[in-house]
Antibody
Framework: EVQLVESGGGLVQPGGSLRLSCAAS????????MNWVRQAPGKGLEWVSY????????YYADSVKGRFTSSRDNAKNSLYLQMNSLRAEDTAVYYC????????WGQGTLVTVSS | QAVLTQPASLSASPGASASLTCTLH?????????IYWYQQKPGSPPQYLLR?????????GSGVPSRFSGSKDASANAGILLISGLQSEDEADYYC?????????FGGGTKLTVL
């Protein structure tokens, strides 16, 4: 069974940093591209970042470019999102999703940016 | 003008059909894109429904009932998610998505009410 479990969310002050993790199981993680997608409270889906199966290609939404960094460790079946210079508007549930078109999603982890 | 535009809400009766539209920006041609559809129920992550580009290039998500199907309206430059035989469990938010210029783009979502 495909499982994606996000962790690392929490309350952080504006300007702070946070690192999210996504633990994958039930499939060959190293064969799949991955995405991060977020959803602000009561709002729609917003794509954050894409990373290729090897990590050699990474794309970011303009709203996070220069502040967020995606990475992966295929040996640990894990995906990461390093978030720096956080802003109030980054407050959202962050999902990791398998594949270039997000066919499987984790349950998400809530990031709250507030003083 | 947003890249993908969806009506904010739609209501339909049980047993009827619902047609959810996803209109592409006038500067991009719906014929060139695979359009992906997702369903999200309150408190749950999105679930992948299907992909549609043409009748020869389409894919149903794993376990997704055939009541859900995709199509396009070229004259309206729009992708369409058709749900037939509506059931109360189909009440949810629906999002369309495309890959455009090395980025994932989501529509704003349509809240479908079945009453």
């Amino acid at each position: 069974e495909v499982q994606l479990v996000e962790s690392g969310g929490g309350l952080v002050q504006p300007g702070g940093s946070l690192r999210l993790s996504c633990a994958a199981s039930g499939f060959t993680f190293s064969s799949y591209e991955m995405n991060w997608v977020r959803q602000a409270p009561g709002k729609g889906l917003e794509w954050v970042s894409y990373i290729s199966s090897t990590g050699s290609t990474i794309y970011y939404a303009d709203s996070v470019k220069g502040r967020f960094t995606s990475s992966r460790d295929n040996a640990k079946n894990s995906l990461y999102l390093q978030m720096n210079s956080l802003r109030a508007e980054d407050t959202a549930v962050y999902y990791c999703a398998r594949g270039d078109v997000a066919t499987y999603w984790g349950q998400g982890t809530l990031v709250t940016v507030s003083s | 003008q947003a890249v993908l535009t969806q009506p904010a809400s739609l209501s339909a009766s049980p047993g009827a059909s619902a047609s959810l539209t996803c209109t592409l920006h006038s500067g991009i041609n719906v014929g060139s894109y695979r359009i992906y559809w997702y369903q999200q129920k309150p408190g749950s992550p999105p679930q992948y429904l299907l992909r549609y580009k043409s009748d020869s290039d389409k894919q149903q998500g794993s376990g997704v009932p055939s009541r859900f199907s995709g199509s396009k309206d070229a004259s309206a430059n729009a992708g369409i998610l058709l749900i037939s035989g509506l059931q109360s469990e189909d009440e949810a938010d629906y999002y369309c998505m495309i890959w455009h210029s090395s980025a994932v783009v989501f529509g704003g979502g349509t809240k479908l009410t079945v009453l």
